[in-house]
């Protein structure tokens, strides 16, 4: 991140892209659980998982959060049963406590373009409120990764720097 | 007739259309439906809103109250996990025990309360034994409209039943209950051959993980305190027709209390009161004053008296059969709602209520189970299981719906007969 350039709203993803350093972590749909738990772990910071089909293609999303409910809730089912107040929450718990592969606990894909807007992925993430997204060519195959967090620390050392950026 | 009739009427049949054919949410069909017929000249507003029983409202505003704060503790779910822990890994006696405990909830708790009660546990020993929920989701379904009936603040219908007819919950337990008890025995003992094939099929040599009551405790204190003032409010609802108390006074004293004790804040608890449902309640009671207000509910009334030429079996025992069919398939509350005035007319002619109001109450509630549709219990289970991935379509449940409402049917047929018409 030592690499300094302007950053605005309208700066294309595919400039900012060399900004970040944290890069897309994938799994197969097919995969075990725990086998993406486990993906996921060593590789902490990047909190979307993009999950591919056979042709690599980005076909679904996994929040590391909903693969931590999936693991906590084979081992100590008590603790997310405590949580559930409402219908809705007892649906997801459902459907986490059945899941077994990613296909089973991912959600719809969801991704950037290279020439979408800072702007453009700010409104993304608060809309799916994902806290990172893949970056995709033309094909959904996954080319890279932005993450919410260090768009907007980059984005604010850019405010701070240039205030009238 | 006149206009205004033409204009009732056709208000109340197009309310009715949206509301069976989920154009529009029922909230929205019922308050138009009933604004409507002030704005349209049928009723003014004094008279509108002076048909809205606040007994009713207020009824269930307490209820959900208290249901929504003991929720919150984790107690409903220690209660499940302990009934399940009975039960032990077989499947047979799983379902046994999540239906008696749904039917046990149903008849003090709202359907979402009693749903958030049994659901995690249900879909958590299915995911466990590597089968599917339907089987106990479907069976928690029938177990819930049969232990709703048992009590006054049970099932919807029951609250407009004994509002109008001025029945405490002590009465009505007493003429409930014991049929609800008995129908579930039975339907229990039915359930191993309506579920023989599934339940077969799922016998695994996989065990239940054993799973620690304690941890979905929240909060002991809150869970105490609120463990007293429902006992407190179900012994309130049994004293209340001996102290000259309303149904709704005991469920908003119950409130009151877990409000100044617990100090729970009133604005997160109030946001998950079913606000849509009370409303739904309100313009329903307006819409069927329109009609009352008009001649039709006195001509129906009428009619049936001279249908049944005045005689107190027949028209019981036709009472609780199309209740019962009726219910399976349109919204039990407006049915029950719409009926009671009708009920209200034949005993203007000199016809003995009582069996008709248990006939209406056994028929409306247990007729929810008919079809996926016919209750909000099945509504809200099968919103569950669509939620939860194991959507539970409307022929699946039908088999064992429409075998279970006939059976309940055939036994409330000879209870009311016994012990009313004989």
Redesign the interface.
Known sequence: MSERHGLARRTPIQAVERLLDIGPNTVHVGDDLIDVARRAFARPQTRILCVLDEEQRLIGLLPVLRIVEEVV?RV????L???????????????E??ARTAA?LMLPPRALRPDDTVGDAFAAMREERLSGLPVVDEESRVTGYVDLLELALQYLEELERTPSA | MGLDVWIAAALFALTYAAIASERLHKTVAALAGGVLMVALGILDQEEAFAAIDLNVIFLLLGMMVIA?VT??T?VF?WVA?RAVRLAGADPWRILVALSVITAIASAFLDN?TT??LV???T??I???LRVS?IPYLISEILASNIGGTATLIGDPPNILIGSAAGIDFATFAANMAPVAVVILVVYLVAARFLFRGEIRHQRTNRSVPM????????DPRLMRISIVVMIGTIAGFLAAGPLGWESATVALLGAATLFIVAREDPAEVLR?VEWSTLLFFAGLFMLVEGVIHVGIIAALGDGLFQATGGDASITAIALLWVSGIASGIIDNIPYTATLIPIVEQLGVRGLDLEPLWWSLAIGASLGGNGTIIGASANV?IA??A?????PITFVAFLRYGVSTLLLSLVIATAYVWLRYLL
Do not use: C, K, W
């Not at chain 1, 100590?76 to 603790?79: F, G, H, S």
């Not at chain 2, 669509?386 to 194991?390: F, I, N, V």
């Open positions: 809730a100590a089912p008590e603790e049963m405590a949580d559930i107040t409402s219908l809705e929450a007892a649906g997801r718990f459902g459907r406590i059945a089973d | 929504n929720r919150r984790g779910q996990i979402v749903v958030v659901g995690p546990i879909l958590y299915a995911a466990a929920p799973l620690d009551e304690s941890g979905v405790i929240t998950e809200v919103n569950l669509q939620r939860a991935g194991h």
